[in-house]
C-alpha cells in the first residue's frame, strides 16, 4: 500500500529554521507533484508549497520567501525548508503526493506533522 511518511515536525522558537521531509512508498504510478499544505487549528487545509515533475514550484503568498520545497526524484521523496518562522505558521503540515496514469489523477495524503512555533 501507499504509505506517507512525515518527520521533523516539532517546536520550534519564532525566527528559527525548521526542515520538513516525506519519504513516499509503494508509489505504483508516475508522480505529477509532490507538495505540502498546512492545516490551522479550525482551519481550512490549505497550500503552503508545491512542486511539480518540470520542476516548477508554488507557494503562498504568506511563505513566500522563506519557504523552499525540493524533491528527490529516485526516491519520491519532498522536502520544506522552513525558514524565520513565524507563531502563524502553527499547522499541522500534510504531504502531499499526487499520480498521474491513464488519464486520471490520484492524491495519497501523509497523517500530518506538527509544527508549532512559539513567541
Known amino acids: 500500500q501507499v504509505q506517507l511518511v512525515e518527520s521533523g515536525g516539532g517546536l520550534v522558537q519564532a525566527g528559527g529554521p525548521l526542515r520538513l521531509s516525506c519519504a513516499a512508498s509503494?508509489?505504483?504510478?508516475?508522480?505529477?507533484?509532490m507538495g505540502w499544505y498546512r492545516r490551522a487549528p479550525g482551519n481550512q487545509r490549505v497550500l503552503a508549497a508545491l512542486i511539480t515533475i518540470d520542476g516548477s514550484t508554488n507557494y503562498s503568498d504568506s511563505v513566500k520567501g522563506r519557504f523552499t520545497i525540493s524533491r528527490d526524484n529516485a526516491k519520491n521523496t519532498v522536502y520544506l525548508e522552513m525558514n524565520s518562522l513565524k507563531p502563524e505558521d502553527t499547522a499541522v503540515y500534510y504531504c502531499n503526493v499526487r499520480t498521474f496514469y491513464s488519464g486520471y489523477y490520484q492524491d495519497y495524503w501523509g497523517q500530518g506533522t506538527q509544527v508549532t512555533v512559539s513567541s
Open positions: 509503494g508509489i505504483r504510478f508516475r508522480v505529477s507533484g
